[in-house]
């Protein structure tokens, strides 16, 4: 129901700040992951990392790309 949402440039910052910390800490959990599975020596292994929220689209986004570098440099 967009049309009865109501946006301002103060609310929006609050939504990007929620995004920002919420992606870090998925990214915190994902480096985690990669370092338990490195030291198992599992390296083949790519962790699927699904945030399934139009409210989280920011991090989704930032986990998405950042998540590119963490794996595959």
């Not at 109501?6 to 920002?20: H, R």
């Not at 959990?29 to 409210?55: F, M, N």
Request: hydrophobic share 40%; charged share 25%; proline share 3%.
């Amino acid at each position: 129901m967009p049309d009865r949402a109501i946006f301002t440039q103060d609310t929006y910052e609050a939504y990007k700040l929620v995004n920002d910390e919420f992606a870090k800490k998925t990214l915190e959990a994902l480096r985690s992951c990669l370092s338990k599975l490195d030291a198992e020596g599992q390296t083949e292994v790519s962790p699927l990392v699904w945030i399934h929220d139009y409210q989280l689209m920011l991090a989704a986004n930032y986990v998405r790309r950042v998540r590119k570098t963490i794996i595959w440099n």
